[in-house]
């Protein structure tokens, strides 16, 4: 709800009981004078801006004042009557006739192009939407606290053209796309559900999709379909989520066409820009009443991969590929038509919802910490094994050389999560063989390409080799790394050039422990942990490198953990320590020394949720 | 690759009458018109039922161009909305097919060079002028962005409007009353 219009409206809304906001800038269309005459035009106006979960009640309560004794205009009246009759589904009818006397002023809000503003029965449709929104997300238990940019996120969901058609959800990495999907999923449960749910995502991803469901969505049936041996009940349940990968999709394309799904969920849907891919082709196949891409790569500039993806959520709305060519393609491409431009551009803007972090910074904190569940490959779940039962069988030992056994045990796990070739120290391919690595890449391809910057740490040198030689090569820009080796010349020409230099790697790697002294890398936007420290305050400080002061935007700290291994055993230490608010405490690593056998060995097996 | 001028049956349509098939010998203005077209020297003003305006910007003075060219008669008009209506296409777009089929009722989707007349500041004695041309090709350009326009340049009938109900376009945005009473 956007206060405006008088001079100072914090006095009259405190005198009113209506919540004041914070202040904010909107554009409206309003009345204007144009030499003698008055007319309508694009202006920038000040406003207060309050969540709808204040606006409401408040509104309502206004009845209790008498209309002529308050300086409130017409307006805020007419949203009153909507606030009012919203919380009932039955009041179609008195909707369309308080549309008919809603002041212009009260739905001035001009649209993207600046041309056009909203029609009242337009507004008022999305103002119940959002209310609805809001209550279904009460009743459907979704255990998390909705930013107010998800909520209007769930709600453009929900109101996407349904049978067959769709969208694409391209909010920027660290928003919380996964999040606003599972609220669509979560309140199509029970009879509002007319089949099962499908989200097909990456292999790196499958074991993220399964956490965040089981978190914020417990009471939602999730049935993994993936890896070997994998088979679906039959019928699959109405309301239930299946979770699949690209190459599962691919391969049992026969089976999973042939299901009448409700809402189907291509997650990162970089994975179907091809037209021609198989897995893209399958993807359009795929019979469901609704359908939604997320990718937080902005995709409207790129038009191939954006008429690939429609054609998978929108098919029809940009026609064959062929005329896409031709009407927007070259022109664009070509020959930077903006008139084509402007036309694609209205022509998708109802079905791309793209939001970036300074979009929304009002709604985010500082920093937000994001855990990103990855899962064992089959070769590092087979090395994972074997360590732990080489280790027990070959037997621990007591007293000192029990502790060095130990950490040596814990450090191979370490780098067995990390990859298989920092284990092994073999020199091959390094794609598709550790779960951590891939999704790392994926989510580093993606901030490359919203122009943003981020900073990777990794506490093992090798690690980091590997790591600066597989995203030179993925990325198509040399990554370069921070260690203690460098001399202090060559760590400050690197700190001193992706602080200052446009044309710098826009990924720099660093060494958790040279990061260590007084860094100031205030210019990346996301900082990625690669693998745990013992101590979370050494990764605290780290984090705060990017974190100082005059960092502008927020920051988005993502903390890879790989599910049933050590690490997972690790992120619990670290949730245990900060909870005492830093208060000192033991070396964890020589704490699980001292466990008995029995007690370690439950902690370091491999537990089924990091598997596939 | 489509072809940069007349990608589209509709283009092409217009383009014919710039650059017949059935002339031996090209007119040698054609290039540089080409060329102004190609590197956005057209700004086109209006585009609607039997007129064009653009503005034409060749070597730092800006040439006005404005150029009128008959409609079809109501009644081929009408029935012509009626096609296009029955094709329900995607907004802006035009099922190539249904160019032969215009054709074929006797709608010719360009003005024939003959019936226009063309009116351009540079003062350039007969014939059109490069000018004149470059706003063709440009036209011919957003014909194949748009095969919907190819029908709105020569249709008196009203077209169905794919108005959105959901907006208001600021010109129909009253003063009176916008703040209630």
């Known amino acids: ?612 | 690759m489509p072809a940069e001028f007349g990608a589209t049956p509709w283009g092409k349509a217009w383009l014919r009458t710039i650059e017949p098939t059935a002339v031996s010998r090209p007119n040698p203005l054609l290039p540089k018109a080409r060329s102004l077209a190609r590197n956005a020297a057209v700004t086109l003003r209006t585009a609607e039922a039997g007129r064009l305006d653009a503005e034409v910007s060749a070597r730092g003075v800006v040439h006005r161009v404005a150029i009128e060219f008959p409609c079809w008669s109501g009644e081929l008009s009408t029935e012509v909305a009626g096609l296009v209506a029955d094709a329900a296409p995607v907004p802006g777009d035009l099922p190539d097919g249904l160019e032969a089929t215009l054709t074929r009722r006797g709608a010719d989707i360009a003005a024939p060079a003959g019936e226009r007349a063309a009116d351009c500041g540079c003062g350039a004695g007969d014939g059109p002028c490069a000018h004149v041309l470059a706003v063709l090709y440009a036209v011919v350009q957003r014909i194949d962005e748009t095969p919907a326009l190819a029908v709105e340049l020569r249709c008196r009938a009203p077209l169905q409007a794919a108005a959105d109900p959901d907006w208001i376009p600021l010109s129909d945005v009253p003063v009176e009353g916008f703040y209630g009473t």
Not at chain 1, 304 to 326: C, H, K, M, Y
Not at chain 1, 479 to 486: D, K, N, R
Request: aromatic share 4%; hydrophobic share 45%; glycine share 10%.
């Open chain 1, 1 to 612: 709800m956007a206060w405006w219009g008088v001079r100072e409206p914090a006095d009259l809304l405190a005198e009113t009981g209506l919540p004041p906001g914070r202040p904010a800038v909107c554009r409206f269309a309003v009345p204007v004078t144009d030499g003698a005459a008055e007319a309508i035009g694009p202006r920038e106006v000040p406003v207060r801006l309050a969540d709808l979960d204040g606006a409401l009640p408040a509104l309502r309560a206004l009845g209790r004042r008498r209309r002529a004794e308050t300086a409130l205009g017409a307006s805020v009246w007419a949203w009153r009557e909507a606030a009012l009759l919203a919380g009932d589904d039955r009041r179609e009818e008195e909707f369309g006739a308080l549309a008919a006397r809603m002041p212009t002023a009260a739905h001035c809000v001009l649209g993207p192009d600046g041309t056009a503003i909203s029609s009242a029965p337009a507004l008022l449709r999305r103002f119940r939407q959002m209310v609805h929104t809001r209550r279904e997300l009460g009743a459907a238990a979704v255990r998390a606290d909705l930013r107010p940019y998800q909520v209007t996120g769930v709600a453009w969901l929900r109101a996407l053209p349904e049978t067959g058609g769709g969208g694409i959800l391209a909010d920027e990495m660290g928003l919380g796309k996964t999040l606003q999907a599972i609220c669509l999923l979560a309140t199509r449960q029970g009879p509002r559900a007319t089949g099962p749910h499908l989200v097909v995502c990456p292999t790196s991803v499958v074991g993220n999709w399964a956490r965040e469901l089981a978190r914020f969505a417990p009471a939602i049936r999730v049935i993994g379909h993936h890896g070997p041996g994998r088979g679906l009940p039959d019928p699959v349940p109405p309301g239930a989520v299946v979770i699949t990968s690209y190459s599962v999709l691919r391969a049992d394309a026969a089976t999973l066409t042939e299901i009448s799904w409700d809402v189907a969920v291509f997650d990162e849907a970089q994975q179907i820009k091809n037209p021609e891919a198989l897995a893209t082709r399958t993807a359009a196949r795929i019979p469901a009443r609704l359908r939604v891409a997320m990718t937080g790569t902005p995709v409207e500039n790129r038009l191939d991969e954006l008429w690939s993806i429609l054609n998978v959520t929108n098919p029809g709305l940009l026609g064959g590929r062929a005329r896409f060519r031709q009407r927007f393609g070259v022109p664009i491409e070509q020959r930077r038509s903006a008139t084509a431009a402007k036309r694609l551009g209205a022509l998708v803007a109802p079905y791309v919802l793209r939001r970036t972090k300074s979009d929304v910074a009002a709604d985010l904190p500082p920093k937000q910490f994001v855990t990103v569940a990855c899962s064992l490959t089959g070769e590092q779940a087979r090395l994972y094994r074997d360590a732990v039962d080489r280790a027990f069988t070959d037997g621990l030992g007591t007293g000192a050389a029990r502790r060095g056994r130990v950490l040596a045990l814990l450090t191979s796990l370490k780098q067995i999560c990390n990859h298989p070739a920092q284990f092994l120290g073999d020199d091959g391919d390094l794609a598709g063989r550790s779960g951590k690595l891939d999704r790392v890449t994926e989510m580093l391809s993606e901030i490359v390409a919203d122009d943003d910057r981020a900073l990777i740490f990794t506490q093992y040198r090798v690690m980091g080799e590997l790591l600066v030689r597989h995203l030179t090569d993925t990325l198509g820009t040399p990554v370069p790394f921070l260690h203690g080796g460098l001399d202090v010349r060559r760590r400050d020409a690197l700190v001193h050039a992706f602080q200052t230099d446009d044309a710098a790697p826009p990924v720099l790697l660093l060494s958790l422990r040279a990061a260590g002294f007084g860094v100031n890398l205030t210019r990346a936007g996301h900082v990625v942990h690669y693998d745990r420290w013992w101590n979370p305050a050494v990764e605290d400080q780290a984090t705060d490198r990017a974190h100082r002061i005059g960092r502008r935007g927020p920051l988005t700290v993502h903390t890879l953990v790989t599910g049933g291994t050590v690490e997972e055993h690790i992120a619990r230490l670290h949730d245990a320590k900060r909870a005492l608010a830093g208060a000192v405490s033991g070396d964890s690593a020589a704490a699980l020394a001292d466990l008995p056998d029995e007690r370690l060995r439950a902690v370091l097996t491999l537990g089924e949720e990091g598997l596939l």
